[in-house]
């Protein structure tokens, strides 16, 4: 009997760009990537915190470099993404949140998030295809949205709204892209204990009721999301396009 093999969740000779990786989310998946043998190049605006982190995963042994980017900068993006060369792999966890009472909602706040969580990851996905498609050797991006770009939530209609305008744009990406082998996804975490979220773990009040949405009962860590994001970079998500990895603990689940 001829037995199937399972497909490699390993990474080694790929390159991957994980902007917004020096922290939270994005620091997991730029660590979890180098685990998995992926070349990973670290990149944030901050290019000390970027350096910082490289050097923590060459320290155990993995390969990865430092990259400056302003992803509100599209002027430059084009040359940032060429200066970069070959990519197999884009991860956007580039993140911004500014929560308010719809009422109360600011221009300005719904700018800067809709700027930071979509406008710039449409054109960082544009740039990486672009590379991927002149190659003929595909590729995979994969956006980091939230389970917020599936539901609603308390205070979040600018950051659900800009979620889920990214949970929309990946499924069309994914339809025009995969004639060429380039598979499109979302990681959708629920609450993470990150930077980010650092504001809302300080209302005890909000995070008894995220504790009460969470089927599982506890909050995420990054450990968490790292798994998910090997695999949606990996051969063993190969037939994967066009969808969402919910990591929630059951939130969504009703």
């Known amino acids: 009997m001829k037995l199937p093999h399972t497909p490699s969740f390993r990474l080694d000779g790929r390159r991957a760009l994980v902007i917004g990786g020096s922290s939270g989310i994005g620091l997991g998946a730029s660590v979890a990537l180098a685990e998995a043998g992926a070349h990973v190049i670290v990149a944030a605006r901050n290019l000390g915190r970027c350096k910082e982190a490289a050097a923590a995963i060459q320290l155990k042994g993995y390969s990865a470099e430092a990259l400056a980017m302003d992803v509100t900068d599209l002027a430059t993006m084009p040359t940032v993404f060429d200066s970069i060369g070959p990519l197999d792999i884009l991860v956007y966890s580039a993140g911004l949140a500014r929560h308010s009472p719809a009422l109360e909602t600011k221009v300005d706040d719904f700018d800067a998030v809709s700027t930071v969580n979509w406008r710039s990851a449409h054109f960082a996905a544009r740039e990486a295809a672009r590379q991927m498609v002149e190659r003929k050797r595909g590729g995979t991006i994969i956006f980091v949205t939230s389970q917020m770009g599936h539901v609603g939530g308390i ?100």
């Open 155 to 254: 205070d979040r209609a600018v950051y659900a709204a800009s979620k889920h305008a990214v949970e929309g744009m990946s499924k069309s990406m994914a339809i025009e892209w995969g004639q060429h082998g380039i598979r499109v996804n979302t990681l959708a975490p629920t609450f993470i204990r990150t930077p980010l979220t650092e504001q809302t773990f300080a209302n005890p009040e909000r995070v008894v009721w995220i504790e009460s949405k969470i089927k599982l009962g506890r909050i995420g860590e990054i450990e968490d999301i790292m798994g998910g994001i090997v695999f949606l970079a990996s051969d063993a998500s190969a037939l994967v396009t066009g969808t969402s990895l919910i990591i929630d603990g059951g939130w969504t689940a009703g």
